[in-house]
């Protein structure tokens, strides 16, 4: 199948197909007479493989390991779940720091009045001048 046919089928589009192949994520595919790239079912199942890995947000790097898992019939699936758990982990921080951004953003937030002054907690932490957002809120 043609460049378009496997991209309908794995629900990639075609650039990123391009791009996978480029950074050796996905071997080099066979090229047709005419020189156009040719899949078959099992490209398409390897490329259905990133796609899922990608929305669960697995690095390149990450792919390139599960995929080499995948191909690895003597592996064990220790390898697979270490892996998965150390990405849990990092996503785990990830969240604690995104939850911290937020608390620190919804008490700037609280603290501006929101009106047609132009003083802001907001724009005093951004500038630099933490102290004065601290006595706007203090004040209010």
């Given at each position: 199948?043609?460049?378009?046919?496997?991209?309908?089928g794995?629900?990639?589009?075609?650039k990123?197909?391009?791009y996978?192949?480029?950074?050796?994520?996905?071997?080099a595919?066979?090229?047709s007479?005419?020189?156009?790239r040719?899949?078959?079912d099992?490209?398409v199942?390897?490329?259905?493989f990133?796609?899922?890995?990608?929305?669960?947000?697995?690095s390149?790097?990450?792919?390139?390991?599960?995929?080499?898992?995948?191909d690895?019939?003597?592996?064990?699936?220790?390898?697979v779940?270490?892996?998965?758990?150390?990405?849990?982990?990092?996503?785990?921080?990830?969240?604690?720091?995104?939850?911290?951004?937020?608390?620190?953003l919804?008490?700037?937030?609280?603290?501006?009045?929101?009106?047609?002054?132009?003083?802001c907690?907001?724009?005093?932490?951004?500038?630099?001048?933490?102290?004065?957002?601290?006595?706007?809120?203090?004040?209010a």
């Open positions: 199948m043609n460049i378009g046919q496997a991209a309908s794995s629900g990639l589009n075609p990123i197909i391009r996978y192949e480029s950074i050796g994520l996905i071997g595919t066979r090229r007479g005419s020189g156009y040719d899949f078959d099992k490209d199942q390897v490329l259905r990133i796609k899922r890995s990608r929305e669960l947000g697995f390149i790097d990450r792919i390139r390991s599960l995929l080499s898992l995948w690895d019939k003597s592996r064990q699936s220790a390898e779940k270490a892996l998965a758990n150390q990405y849990i982990a990092e996503v785990d921080a990830d969240i604690g720091r995104l939850q911290a951004i937020r608390n620190q919804q008490q700037l937030a609280t603290a501006c009045n929101g009106d047609a002054r132009p003083e907690p907001i724009i005093d932490v951004l500038a630099g001048r933490p102290k004065q957002a601290l006595a706007r809120q203090e004040a």
